[in-house]
C-alpha cells in the first residue's frame, strides 16, 4: 500500500496516502484478516458491501460453512480510518446479537449506527466469529474466526 503513494520520497511513504490512490484500494479490498480461515472457506454464497454506506448483506447464516462443534456465530462490521499520525486509527463498530443455527435463515444486515467523522480513507470490515454455549456462557471457538476488508473509501 506504502509503494501507491507516489507523493512522498521512497523510505518516507505513508499507508494512509497510498490508500488514497485507486489503486492501494484495490489492493486492500478483499484482504484476508484470518490467514488460518480465509472468508471464502465459510460462506457459500457471495457477501455485498456497499462502500458508501458501509451496509453489508449477507445472504442468510445458512450460507455458512458451519463449524461442527459451533451453535452459534456473531458478526461485526467496522469502519476504520488509520491515523497518519499514530500506529492506531478511528474505529465504529457494529455487532449482531449471538445468532443460533435456527434462527439465522433470512438475509442478514449490518448497517453502522454512524460513519466515522471528517475526511480520509475509511476500510470496512467484516469479522465473523464462531462460539458454542456451555451452560449460560457463549465460548468463542479461537480457530474459527474469519475477516475480510470488503471496501475501501475515499471522502
Not at 52 to 77: C, E, F, N, Q
Request: aromatic residues 6%.
Amino acid at each position: 500500500f506504502m509503494k501507491a503513494d507516489t507523493q512522498s520520497i521512497k523510505g518516507q511513504q505513508q499507508i494512509t496516502i497510498g490508500l488514497k490512490d485507486p489503486a492501494g484500494q484495490k489492493l486492500l479490498t478483499g484482504f484476508e484478516i484470518h490467514q488460518k480461515k480465509p472468508l471464502a472457506d465459510i460462506m457459500k454464497q457471495k457477501i455485498h458491501a456497499d462502500a458508501g454506506t458501509g451496509r453489508i448483506r449477507i445472504p442468510s447464516a445458512t450460507s455458512l460453512k458451519w463449524t461442527p462443534s459451533a451453535t452459534h456465530v456473531k458478526w461485526t462490521s467496522s469502519w476504520i480510518r488509520p491515523d497518519p499520525n499514530y500506529q492506531e486509527g478511528h474505529a465504529i463498530t457494529t455487532q449482531t446479537e449471538h445468532m443460533a443455527i435456527a434462527d439465522s435463515q433470512t438475509d442478514i444486515e449490518i448497517t453502522p449506527t454512524t460513519s466515522l467523522p471528517g475526511e480520509g480513507t475509511s476500510i470496512l470490515l467484516l469479522h465473523i466469529q464462531f462460539f458454542t454455549v456451555q451452560g449460560n456462557e457463549f465460548l468463542a471457538l479461537q480457530d474459527n474466526r474469519c475477516g475480510q476488508v470488503l471496501a475501501v473509501s475515499s471522502h
